[in-house]
């Protein structure tokens, strides 16, 4: 088959023996030519145009509706279209708020030219560093968008409409992309029908744009289905070729708009490794897309002028370790072999990052979280990140909800179905779609990393959808029985079937009910921040248009955001400076005195802080308050000491009389104290 990988046929046996051996083997064993005629007709990889009519058709109707679905849903959770400028910029959370400032300045500025270059030598982030905006953080989203708006201003004008149009465009692109992968991996349309209305009913658990709307995934994860279909496209033929141009533009588009999106891609070439190992997809292939991602990293490392975290990037060194093995010897390997391949490629991408996370250690907070999971190990900024529930591993009570759903009920049935086809495979009786396999094997690896790390079910979630819609697809069905009998069942014409009854028990899942019901009867309602736009109001009437502010990275992005004001850290932690300045300022939370905080605020060149009630008294799952995170070791190994006979410093600047702070503001929850100048 043009599009399927059989077993490797046997030599012609030696003696009469052998051959009546081997003959009576076949016999129960091989597929018959005939059949195999039958499939070439029936599952031949040249899809037809009706098939691309439907599908795009298909995926542009899932798309515009996407978009308007992810603009009311949005509504309905922060109350968009009732809140006024002020509030939808208070809406933005953390890091939401601090990257859309980048866009916010870029699309106000008198002079946009004038302003990019400013990002090159950008001082209102890390007070007192100039740092390089383009190369430590992923702003090329608010790039583009600020200089298309400046492009249609005349139309647009408030800047977070274009940015919020922008956004809910690519939502809708995202789901188009999705339906597109759908159809194209079960080569009918029809399994692009049941992906459009698996995302409709289960869009809470494949997206957080319902209130978070500059998360990085957001601009990420649209171009990335789209590379996944792409990629599920060329691994059916003997050469990419044509295809080599669009996965490298995905990919390299992915890769620029989230600072994670290399470890998706690590899990994915570990995934094509895994198809290439058992067989599926041939070495040519295998190599062609490693040489695919070098380039794409060369290209974003380009762009970003040199990004740190991409340079010791573990995907990167993985694909040069696959180059150097696929080097050394250009012929086939056996099965032992390249499983032999796969461990030198291991160790020796382990070796590579082990010597360049003694030069740069920009990512060593995400090994020291894994690290936190699996051992005893604690740190300030591991207690940081895996305090809340995003960064923690799924509960039983997920396990639960997640099994009674019907995408992952579904997706567990088309996995059984891969494993009889991969059954057959090795004994000879049926072939192994390598897209299949790839699919299988990517879905693992991302159920796996979302099972220790809530986040990132919103990956997890749409590949266990590709994977239930594997159901429609005529070919898996036909393979499983054929592996099972050793004879091919033909099923082309149930596709329509099968996907009218996923579309049917989709429409009655709980989570269809839930949806329908609060799209027709919920209404948007203003947000109400008041403390917050109190204490805003109050920096840009009363302070200073050059004062330095310190704070929590929550209260900075949104100082800088929306008072122009510069600030000293941000929530962008991928940078060992900043972890350090994190820790630093928490000391406000531990039991210190005012002169170690007053210290630490003017190595920074601050003018005001701003403390937040809010975390004084907060503790985690596991009973951890802020103090005790405070004490903890930072990611310089130094280790703070709190004095149990103190109180905590953010107890205190509500009441008490200080010799180096001036309090200026104070409205439950914020208050802002001045520091004094030394005589």
Same mark, same amino acid.
């Given at each position: 088959l043009s599009d399927t990988r059989m077993p490797p046929r046997r030599s012609a046996p030696s003696t009469p023996a052998k051959a009546a051996a081997a003959q009576e083997q076949d016999k129960h064993a091989a597929v018959p030519a005939a059949e195999a005629d039958e499939d070439a007709d029936l599952y031949d990889d040249s899809l037809t145009v009706g098939f691309w009519l439907l599908t795009l058709l298909l995926a542009a109707a899932t798309g515009f509706a996407g978009y308007h679905f992810w603009t009311h849903v949005y509504d309905l959770d922060t109350g968009y279209s009732v809140n006024n400028a002020i509030q939808r910029r208070i809406a933005l959370y953390s890091e939401q708020a601090f990257y859309y400032s980048f866009y916010e300045d870029l699309a106000t500025s008198p002079d946009v030219m004038q302003s990019v270059s400013e990002l090159f030598n950008e001082s209102r982030s890390e007070y007192p560093l100039h740092i390089n905006a383009i190369e430590r953080f992923n702003i090329y989203p608010e790039v583009v968008t600020g200089l298309l708006f400046h492009?249609?201003?005349?139309?647009?004008?408030?800047?977070?409409?274009?940015?919020?149009?922008?956004?809910?465009?690519?939502?809708?692109?995202?789901?188009?992309?999705?339906?597109?992968?759908?159809?194209?991996?079960?080569?009918?349309?029809?399994?692009?029908?049941?992906?459009?209305?698996?995302?409709?009913?289960?869009?809470?658990?494949?997206?957080?744009?319902?209130?978070?709307?500059?998360?990085?995934?957001?601009?990420a994860l649209p171009f990335f289905w789209w590379q996944v279909m792409l990629v599920i496209a060329a691994i059916r033929q003997k050469s990419i070729g044509y295809l080599f141009l669009p996965i490298l533009v995905a990919t390299v588009l992915f890769l620029l708009c989230w600072q994670f999106s290399q470890f998706i891609l690590l899990l994915q070439t570990a995934a094509l490794f895994a198809t290439y190992i058992l067989g599926y997809l041939g070495?040519?292939?295998?190599?062609?897309?490693?040489?695919?991602? +070098?380039? @794409?990293? /060369?290209? =974003?490392?380009? $762009?970003? #002028?040199?990004?740190?975290?991409?340079?010791?990037? !573990?995907?990167?060194?993985?694909?040069?370790?696959?180059?150097?093995?696929?080097?050394?010897?250009?012929?086939?390997?056996?099965?032992?072999?390249?499983?032999?391949?796969g461990a030198s490629s291991v160790v020796i991408m382990t070796s590579l990052k082990l010597l360049a996370s003694a030069l740069v250690d920009d990512d060593a907070h995400i090994f020291n979280i894994i690290?936190?999971?699996?051992?005893?190990?604690?740190?300030?900024?591991?207690?940081?990140?895996?305090?809340?529930?995003?960064?923690?591993?799924?509960?039983?009570?997920?396990?639960?909800? +997640?099994? @009674?759903? /019907?995408? =992952?009920?579904? $997706?567990? #049935?088309?996995?059984?179905?891969?494993?009889?086809? !991969?059954?057959?495979?090795?004994?000879?009786?049926?072939?192994?779609?390598?897209?299949?396999?790839?699919?299988?094997?990517?879905?693992?690896?991302?159920?796996?990393?979302?099972?220790?790390?809530?986040?990132?079910?919103?990956?997890?979630?749409?590949?266990l959808v590709l994977n239930a819609t594997l159901l429609a697809s005529p070919a898996l069905v036909d393979y499983a029985a054929r592996a099972v009998t050793g004879r091919r069942l033909r099923v082309a014409g149930s596709a329509l079937l099968a996907a009218a009854i996923l579309c049917a028990a989709i429409a009655q899942t709980p989570e269809a009910d839930v949806l329908r019901r609060d799209l027709n009867d919920a209404q948007p309602s203003p947000r109400n921040d008041d403390a917050t736009f109190r204490l805003l109001d109050f920096i840009r009437r009363e302070t200073p248009e050059h004062a330095i502010f310190s704070g929590d990275s929550v209260i900075t992005s949104a100082i800088k955001l929306l008072t122009r004001r510069?600030?000293?850290?941000?929530?962008?932690?991928?940078?060992?400076?900043?972890?350090?300045?994190?820790?630093?300022?928490?000391?406000?939370?531990?039991?210190?005195?005012?002169?170690?905080?007053?210290?630490?605020?003017?190595?920074?060149?601050?003018?005001?802080?701003?403390?937040?009630?809010?975390?004084?008294?907060?503790?985690?799952?596991?009973?951890?308050?802020?103090?005790?995170?405070?004490?903890?070791?930072?990611?310089?190994?130094?280790k703070r000491h709190g004095r149990p006979e103190l109180p905590q410093f953010c107890d205190t600047v509500g009441s008490a009389a200080f010799r180096h702070f001036t309090r200026v503001y104070h409205s439950p929850p914020f208050t802002v104290l001045r520091l004094r100048k030394k005589p």
């Open positions: 492009q249609f201003h005349t139309v647009q004008d408030d800047p977070m409409t274009l940015m919020h149009n922008v956004i809910m465009g690519l939502a809708g692109f995202q789901w188009a992309g999705l339906v597109v992968a759908a159809a194209v991996l079960s080569r009918t349309a029809f399994a692009g029908a049941v992906a459009a209305a698996f995302v409709f009913a289960f869009y809470s658990a494949m997206s957080r744009l319902n209130i978070h709307l500059t998360l990085r995934e957001n601009f070495r040519t292939s295998m190599f062609t897309l490693v040489k695919l991602y +070098l380039i @794409a990293y /060369l290209a =974003v490392i380009a $762009a970003t #002028l040199g990004n740190a975290m991409l340079l010791t990037s !573990m995907h990167m060194l993985f694909c040069v370790a696959l180059t150097v093995i696929f080097l050394a010897s250009s012929r086939d390997r056996t099965f032992a072999g390249r499983v032999v391949e690290k936190a999971k699996l051992t005893s190990y604690e740190s300030f900024i591991t207690y940081l990140y895996l305090c809340g529930p995003t960064y923690r591993a799924l509960t039983l009570v997920d396990y639960k909800e +997640l099994l @009674a759903a /019907l995408p =992952v009920q579904l $997706a567990i #049935l088309a996995t059984g179905l891969m494993a009889v086809c !991969m059954y057959g495979f090795s004994a000879g009786r049926a072939p192994v779609d390598p897209a299949f396999s790839f699919v299988l094997f990517q879905c693992i690896l991302f159920c796996g990393l979302a099972a220790t790390i809530r986040r990132l079910t919103i990956v997890a979630m749409p590949h510069r600030v000293t850290f941000h929530p962008h932690t991928e940078n060992q400076e900043v972890r350090a300045r994190h820790h630093d300022f928490f000391q406000i939370y531990n039991r210190v005195t005012e002169d170690e905080i007053y210290a630490m605020l003017r190595q920074w060149g601050t003018d005001y802080v701003v403390v937040s009630a809010g975390p004084c008294h907060v503790a985690c799952a596991e009973g951890q308050t802020m103090d005790y995170m405070a004490n903890s070791s930072d990611s310089r190994g130094i």
